[in-house]
């Protein structure tokens, strides 16, 4: 599908990419949909609390309502979510979409 239906501003390492001429660079559907991933997880405060849990109980159970967080966004098919985790302050996250097959997002928290 090449028809834009989700058009956002990249962004790298929590600042703007800019091209040559210092102009902010777009990013698009199944780009931008990860980035909207990462921002959900980040604005809900569940990294912050991933990062301070010990537990691996209590870390599944953060884990856990990660994933349903990001299957609370409607341009996900639910029950498609993995998230693994790379390191204790990194998540690896793929879904799959509706309308752009699989997307994968990493979390650096």
């Known amino acids: ?3 834009l239906l989700y ?3 990249l ?9 040559p001429g210092n102009e902010p ?6 780009q931008s949909i990860g980035q ?3 921002h959900a997880i980040l604005e809900s405060g569940l990294a912050t609390e991933l990062v301070a849990e010990r537990s691996p109980t209590m870390r599944a159970d953060i884990l ?12 996900i098919e639910p029950g498609t979510v993995v998230i693994s985790e790379e390191s204790l302050k990194r998540l690896w996250i793929t879904a799959r979409t509706w309308d752009f097959g ?3 997002a990493r979390v650096d928290l």
Request: glycine share 2%; net charge negative.
């Open 25 to 30: 660079v777009l990013c698009n559907n199944s």
């Open 102 to 104: 699989s997307v994968s």
């Open 11 to 19: 962004i790298e390492g929590r600042n703007f990419v800019l091209n």
């Open 64 to 75: 856990t309502r990660l994933e349903l967080l990001i299957e609370s966004d409607e341009r």
């Open 36 to 38: 909207d991933i990462i």
């Open 7 to 9: 058009i956002d501003l």
């Open 1 to 3: 599908m090449s028809d």
